[in-house]
């Protein structure tokens, strides 16, 4: 069975400083890893993902995260957060060949002015 | 969300009534899914489908059941609505069970069962 955890319900920060969210996941074999982003009153909109390759992925609003299989974890940080990165960030797995996606239970990051 | 759309967007209904929530696509994707998501669970998968008439259950299906008879459209039913459904369903898609290009989802739907 596969399972991820947000270990953090709420991640207060202040404006420009950098953030971590942590997310860990626990499988047997090779996982698909996925951060998804939730601005209020919406859906959820894909920020990053892991398939294969470089550890390290960038998205293009200045997000990274790294996958490290020893650690089997996903930690997703930005060096310096906006007011408009306020949102809920859900961390995501999926098995290849698997037909679905495994959430866990989201981190809410509040950046503070 | 671009070619994605879930009606109604909000609905209070009684316990005890039949309620759909209906997903559409313009996209021409073959799976599509619905979720609920809740305080404290994150989502949680409720129903997908990999093509017309094709469906399956996901971890939490008790009380809903689908259908899909046309590619851009997926319904949620619940059968006899109870408290424990008041939710915020999303429904996703994705072109090949989301293995490289995981989901797109719609704006959800705010369902509350009084």
């Known amino acids: 069975a596969q399972s991820v955890t947000q270990l953090d319900s709420q991640v207060p920060v202040f404006e420009e400083a950098p953030v971590e969210l942590r997310c860990n996941y626990s499988s047997s074999v090779s996982v698909y890893l996925f951060w998804y982003v939730q601005y209020p009153n919406q859906g959820l909109q894909l920020l990053l993902k892991y398939l294969s390759g470089s550890t390290l992925v960038e998205s293009i609003n200045g997000f990274e995260a790294e996958f490290n299989k020893s650690q089997t974890s996903f930690h997703l940080r930005k060096p310096s957060v906006h007011i408009s990165d306020t949102a809920e960030y859900f961390c995501?797995?999926?098995?290849?060949?698997?037909?679905?996606?495994?959430f866990g239970t989201g981190t809410r990051l509040t950046v503070i002015p | 969300d671009a070619g994605i759309t879930q009606s109604p967007r909000h609905k209070v209904t009684e316990t005890g009534t039949p309620v759909t929530l209906r997903c559409h696509q313009t996209e021409n994707h073959r799976y599509m899914y619905w979720y609920r998501q809740d305080p404290g669970h994150g989502l949680r998968l409720i129903h997908y489908s990999y093509g017309v008439k094709d469906t399956d259950k996901g971890e939490v299906s008790d009380g809903y059941s689908v259908s899909r008879s046309k590619t851009e459209d997926f319904l949620l039913t619940l059968e006899s609505a109870t408290s424990s459904q008041t939710s915020v369903y999303f429904c996703?898609?994705?072109?090949?069970?989301?293995?490289?290009?995981?989901?797109?989802f719609g704006s959800g739907t705010r369902l509350t069962v009084v």
């Open positions: 995501a797995v999926r098995l290849p060949g698997a037909n679905n996606l495994f």
């Open positions: 996703a898609i994705s072109e090949s069970g989301g293995q490289s290009y995981g989901y797109t």
